[in-house]
Each structure stands twice: as C-alpha cells, then as structure tokens.
C-alpha cells in the first residue's frame, strides 16, 4: 500500500470518475462525513482520509514541528492528491480544512476544479477592522483548559460548536470525536488553528469556491463568512439556516444541497 494513503487512512468510495475530496476539521475525523457522502457517491469517486495524527492515520507519523503551521495539513492534501493522480476535484473542506485546502490550491491549482468552504475562516483573532470573534486571553484560556483538562474541554466545548442545544445526541457525537482524539495532537492543531492568519491567501485563491455560513456560528460568524466571501476571488456566498458549526453534521440534508446547487448536480 502506497506509504502516503496508509498514513492519512485514506478511504475511497463511489463510482464516478471525478473526485471529491472530503477534509476533516479540527478534533474530528473522516468519519464527521458519514450523514453526507452517500448522497454523492454515485456520481463521484469520493476519497476520505485522516489528517497526521488524527482518526485512524499513522500517529507515528506525525511530527509537531511539521504541523507547526497549516502548511504541515495542506502537504498532507498535496500528497494525498499525487499519491492518487488527482486533478480537477472538488474540494470540501469543514473549518479549518477550508484555509488548508485555500493553501493547497494555491500551490496546486490544477489538482481543484471547485472548492465548497464550510465555516470557513481565515482568522480567529480580534484585530483591526477585523472581526474574527475571539480575544487573546480567550484563546489563552481555552489552550490552559485544554493543556489542563481535556476530556473535560471535549465535553464542554463540543455542544457549543456545534450548537442545537434541543439535540443533545449532536453534542455527544462531535464529543466522541473530540475524546478519540489524541490529547496532545488536538493541543498543538487547537493553537496551530486558532493562532493563523490566513486573510493573505484569500485573494490568492484562482479555484472557483462557494462559502458555507451558518447561523449562530461560535466558531465562525458571519461577519467572517461574509469577509472570506468579499475577499476570495469568484467565490459565491450561501447563507444556511442550519445552526451551530457544523451543518454536515446537524443539518447534512441542507448540506447536500447546497453543494449539489454548486457543482451543478441536480
């Protein structure tokens, strides 16, 4: 087995020739893209894979000074993309896999044709005539939580990302994700992902992308949506009613949906 597809647990699916490459975000893994990829699989060869040192990859691979910056997670996505011959795929990445894909595509742009961009934002952080939704000591606190108690922050946090608080079972499944997850991995991607600035890659963007924003997104709200949309090139803007910040996950009928309205697939 190629030695790159066995690192990032890659998995493929589905029968059709173009690819859709399906990017996890933060504390989750493939399996966060179970309630949406059925929907394309007849028409799509769908690949799913783990990001180093998350699900099922190869934890052994992982290195903290490579992964040091999102660069570390868009190599990973160039290499999954060489290691298949992929060209021309559509990209949808959930969080903070829609900066990593950003990056990739910019290097690479021949390997995307489309990018869909879930809860996409290319800073967390305050700054000047900048709303990204978070303070420093925010942050600050949230890592020392994490460092201190991180069960205890898996249980806390993730009903809050993902919202829908009348749906408990959505909070206990992002929680799962979040607990299987390896503490100190999960530590070092928090601050890789919540310390990046990556409002410079936007405009360097040529793929054509669509944004994804929900509604009462703690995560990324929609002042963020609406920046990654005025600053990407050719990129299309949908506001969803779904809740929360993950819409594959509480709401992946939308979801679907709203891709299939994208990629033209009716």
């Excluded at 298949?84 to 959930?94: E, Q, S, T």
């Amino acid at each position: 087995m190629n030695p790159i597809l066995k690192r990032n647990n890659v998995n493929i699916i589905g029968d059709g020739d173009q690819v859709m490459l399906f990017a996890h975000g933060f504390g989750c893994d493939q399996n966060a893209w179970k309630f949406v990829v059925d929907a394309f699989s007849d028409d799509f060869k769908i690949v799913l894979f783990d990001y180093t040192g998350s699900g099922q990859s190869d934890i052994q691979q992982y290195s903290s000074s490579k992964y040091s910056t999102l660069d570390g997670y868009a190599q990973d996505v160039i290499d999954i993309c060489e290691a298949l011959n992929i060209r021309d795929a559509i990209f949808v990445g959930h969080s903070v896999s829609s900066m990593v894909g950003i990056l990739a595509a910019n290097r690479h742009p021949e390997y995307f044709s489309k990018m869909v961009l879930i809860g996409p934002s290319p800073r967390y952080l305050n700054a000047d005539n900048y709303t990204g939704g978070f303070e420093r000591q925010d942050l600050e606190g949230l890592f020392e939580f994490m460092e201190n108690n991180y069960l205890g922050w898996s249980s806390a946090m993730a009903p809050a990302i993902i919202g829908n608080p009348d749906r408990p079972e959505l909070g206990e499944f992002l929680t799962g994700s979040f607990c299987s997850t390896d503490p100190d991995v999960a530590r070092d991607f928090a601050r890789v992902t919540f310390l990046s600035d990556n409002r410079a890659d936007l405009a360097k963007l040529s793929v054509k992308s669509l944004t994804l924003q929900c509604a009462d997104d703690i995560i990324a709200p929609t002042a963020v949506g609406h920046y990654v949309h005025q600053h990407t090139p050719n990129n299309e803007f949908f506001q969803m009613k779904a809740a929360g910040h993950c819409p594959h996950i509480s709401e992946p009928e939308e979801t679907i949906n709203a891709i299939r309205s994208f990629i033209q697939l009716n």
